[in-house]
């Protein structure tokens, strides 16, 4: 098992960026592939971005080209860049192995607002 703790959301106007972070304490890190989600109020988590255990990245449709997952496994860190803001990508945002998932995490809000 591990514990997931995502950071770095806020609230920033459209076309600015943020960079999230997710620490995963516990063993599992390096040999996981891990994911990004989101979850807009009355919508269902979607996956937005992930990472495999050797480094390979996918990304959601809406969201590429304009994010970039990226991890520091000394750090057991998991770290999305998202650039480029629309008010769409507002959502609670979390991290997790995306097979075989741990217990999730709070999350955390971006908010895309002028």
């Known amino acids: 098992q591990a514990q997931l703790v995502e950071s770095g959301g806020g609230l920033v106007q459209p076309g600015g960026s943020l960079r999230l972070s997710c620490v995963v304490s516990g063993s599992g890190f390096s040999v996981r592939s891990i994911a990004w989600y989101r979850q807009a109020p009355g919508n269902q988590r979607e996956l937005v971005a992930r990472i495999t255990n050797h480094g390979s990245t996918n990304y959601a449709d809406p969201v590429k080209g304009r994010n970039t997952i990226y991890k520091d496994n000394a750090k057991n860190t998991v770290y999305l860049q998202m650039n480029s803001l629309k008010p769409e990508d507002t959502a609670v945002y979390y991290c997790?192995?995306?097979?075989?998932?741990?217990?999730w995490g709070q999350g955390t809000q971006v908010t895309v607002s002028s």
């Open positions: 997790n192995a995306q097979f075989q998932p741990w217990s």
